[in-house]
C-alpha cells in the first residue's frame, strides 16, 4: 500500500528545509510549489481510496520512543481525511494568494509549510503522544505569524492567543497522561483507546473529559473561552487569519470528535454540551453584529460556526458527525476565501470599517462577488457545501435533542442576515464609492477561483466524501 502519509510530511519537511535555503524572492514560488506537490499526493491517495472503496488504513513506522512504546503511527479515516483534503487546499491557497503586500515572504512562507505539516501530522496521528507533539507545533508556528507578521497591536493580541493555548496544551497533556495510566495496557495508540476506554472508572473519565473538553473547546473556540479569537484575527496577516480560521479552530473540531469517540462517559453529558454549544452560537451571532471591522466580523461568524458544529458533535450520531466533519470542509474553504476578500478589501482601499466602505463593486468587481459568494456559501445556500453539512448537522441535532435541535439554526439565519446587510451596505451600492484604489493580482484571482470552485464541488457532489462516512 502506498504510504501517502508518510510521502506527505516528508515532502512538507523538505518544503520547509528548501524554503529556507532559497532567496527572498524565490521563498514564496518554492513553498507553493512544495504544497502544490502535497495537494497532489492528496488528489492520489483520494482517487486511490475511490478505487478501493475504503479510506481507513494505517502506517506504521520504527518506535520513536522504545519504552513507553511510542511509534510514528498515522492513520486515515474519514473525518481524517476530509481535514487533510480540506487543509491541504487552504494551505496551497494562503501561500498563492495570501500575502498581497509580498513582505516578509521567506519568514510566512516557512512558517505556513511549517503549519500545514503540523495539521496534516495532527489530523493522521495514530496515537496522542504524536498528536500533542503537532498540536504544539501548529500553535508555535501561528505564534509567530501573528507575533512577527501582524499589524500594530500584533504582539499584544499574540501573547494573548499563546496564554490560552499554553492552557489548553497542559489541560490536552493532562488527559493524555492520565489515559496512559488509566488503559489497561498503558497506550497512547488511539483505536486501542477508543476500545478499551470503557474499562476506565467513571470518575477517572469525567477528570480525563473534562480536561480534553476544555483544551479542545480554547480551540474551537466556543463561549466562554473564545476571546483570545478576534483580536488574533484583527492583528494578524490575512494569511494568518486564513490559518486561524480556517485549519487552527478545526484542530479543536476533530479533537473533540475523538473526545467523543474516546469516552464513554460522553453520551451522558450531550444535552448540557448542545445547551453550551447552542447559546455560544446565539451570544456570539448578537456581539457579531455590533462590530464594525470586516475581519472581527468573520471572526466571531466562526465562533458562530463552530458552535454549530459542535451542537452537531454532541448529538453523536451517524448525521451528527459525518455533518460535523462536512462543516469544517465547508467552513475551512469558506472562512479562508472571506479572509482572502477582506484582506484584498484592506489591501485595495485601506480600510475594513464597514461604515466607511462604500461601492467596493465599482473598483473591485471579483473582490465584492467573491466575497458575496461566501455568504451565501457560509449561510448554506444549496449547491454549496455547507448546504450538504448543515442538512446533516441539523438532521443529526433534531434527531438526538428532538425539535430543539434546531434551535441554533436561528444563529444562522441572524448570521446570514447580517453578513447580507454588510455585502449590500459596503459592497454592492454605488450612489457612493470609495476611491484611489490599489488593484490586486492574479494570484489573489486564482486564488478567490481555487477555493469558489472547491465549494462548488463538495456541494454539488457531496457523495465523493460521504460515501466513506458509511461505517461510522
Same mark, same amino acid.
Given at each position: ?13 523538505? /518544503? ?32 486511490? !481510496?475511490?478505487?478501493?472503496? &475504503? ?42 494568494? $495570501? ?21 496534516? +501530522?495532527? @489530523? ?6 504524536? #498528536? ?17 507578521? +501582524? ?43 477508543? &476500545?478499551?476506554? /470503557? ?43 486564513? #490559518?486561524?480560521? /480556517? ?5 479543536? +473540531?476533530?479533537? !473533540? ?7 464513554? %462517559? ?5 444535552? =448540557? ?15 457579531? !453584529? ?12 466562526? %465562533?458562530?460556526?463552530?458552535?454549530? %458544529? ?15 466533519? *462536512?462543516?469544517?470542509?465547508?467552513? $475551512? #474553504? ?9 484582506? &484584498? %478589501? ?33 449561510? /448554506?445556500? =444549496? ?10 448537522? @441539523?438532521? $443529526? ?20 442576515? @447580517? #453578513? ?16 484611489? =484604489?490599489?488593484?490586486?493580482?492574479? &494570484?489573489?484571482?486564482?486564488? *478567490? ?24
Amino acid at each position: 500500500m502506498a504510504q501517502f502519509i508518510g510521502i506527505l510530511l516528508v515532502l512538507l519537511s523538505f /518544503g520547509i528545509v528548501a524554503t529556507i535555503f532559497s532567496s527572498e524572492r524565490m521563498s514564496k514560488t518554492v513553498a507553493s510549489a512544495f504544497s502544490l506537490l502535497a495537494l497532489v499526493v492528496v488528489a492520489a491517495a483520494f482517487f486511490y !481510496m475511490l478505487q478501493t472503496g &475504503s479510506v481507513n488504513y494505517t502506517e506504521n513506522y520504527s518506535y520513536y520512543i522504545t519504552q513507553p512504546s511510542i511509534s510514528f503511527g498515522f492513520q486515515f479515516s474519514p473525518i481524517s481525511f476530509v481535514l487533510v483534503l480540506m487543509t491541504s487546499i487552504v494551505s496551497f491557497v494562503t501561500l498563492l494568494s $495570501g500575502n498581497m503586500e509580498n513582505e516578509n515572504r521567506k519568514t510566512s512562507s516557512m512558517l505556513i509549510l511549517l503549519f500545514e505539516l503540523a495539521a496534516i +501530522g495532527l @489530523f493522521t496521528s495514530g496515537n496522542l503522544f504524536l #498528536l500533542f507533539i503537532f498540536w504544539d507545533v501548529g500553535v508555535i508556528s501561528l505564534f509567530f505569524m501573528i507575533y512577527l507578521l +501582524g499589524s500594530s497591536n500584533r504582539r499584544r493580541a499574540a501573547v494573548k492567543f499563546l496564554i490560552y493555548e499554553l492552557f489548553a496544551s497542559l489541560a490536552l497533556l493532562f488527559a493524555i497522561m492520565l489515559v496512559y495510566f488509566y488503559t489497561p495496557l498503558h497506550s497512547f495508540d488511539i483505536q486501542y483507546i477508543i &476500545s478499551n476506554a /470503557g474499562l476506565i472508572s467513571l470518575p477517572v473519565q469525567a477528570l480525563i473529559f473534562s480536561s480534553f473538553f476544555i483544551a479542545f473547546l480554547i480551540n474551537m473556540p466556543v463561549f466562554p473561552v473564545h476571546l483570545w479569537l478576534p483580536d488574533a484575527h484583527t492583528e494578524a496577516s490575512t494569511q494568518g487569519s486564513m #490559518l486561524l480560521s /480556517g485549519i487552527l479552530t478545526k484542530f479543536g +473540531g476533530y479533537g !473533540m470528535i475523538l473526545t467523543f469517540f474516546m469516552m464513554p %462517559i460522553a453520551a451522558h453529558l450531550e444535552v =448540557p454540551i448542545a445547551i453550551l454549544a447552542g447559546f455560544s452560537a446565539i451570544y456570539s451571532v448578537f456581539v457579531l !453584529m455590533t462590530q464594525h471591522d470586516i475581519k472581527r466580523i468573520i471572526a466571531y461568524s466562526t %465562533i458562530v460556526e463552530m458552535s454549530i %458544529i459542535l451542537v452537531a458533535i454532541a448529538s453523536f450520531n451517524q448525521f451528527g458527525i459525518s455533518g460535523a466533519a *462536512y462543516g469544517m470542509l465547508a467552513h $475551512g #474553504l469558506t472562512i479562508a476565501m472571506l479572509f482572502l476578500a477582506a484582506g &484584498s %478589501i484592506g489591501h485595495m482601499f485601506a480600510e475594513r470599517d464597514i461604515r466607511n466602505l462604500r461601492g467596493v463593486v465599482r473598483n473591485a468587481l471579483s473582490t465584492s462577488y467573491t466575497f458575496l459568494a461566501g455568504v451565501f456559501a457560509t449561510t /448554506g445556500v =444549496p449547491l454549496t457545501a455547507a448546504f450538504v453539512a448543515d442538512a446533516l448537522i @441539523f438532521m $443529526g441535532a433534531i434527531k438526538t435533542f428532538s425539535i430543539y435541535g434546531a434551535i441554533p439554526l436561528a444563529a444562522l439565519l441572524l448570521l446570514g442576515a @447580517f #453578513l447580507y446587510y454588510v455585502v449590500n451596505k459596503s459592497m454592492l451600492s454605488t450612489r457612493e464609492y470609495s476611491r484611489n =484604489p490599489r488593484f490586486i493580482s492574479r &494570484s489573489q484571482k486564482a486564488g *478567490y477561483a481555487i477555493l469558489l470552485s472547491s465549494i462548488f464541488i463538495f456541494g454539488v457532489l457531496p457523495f465523493l466524501l460521504l460515501n466513506f462516512f458509511s461505517n461510522i
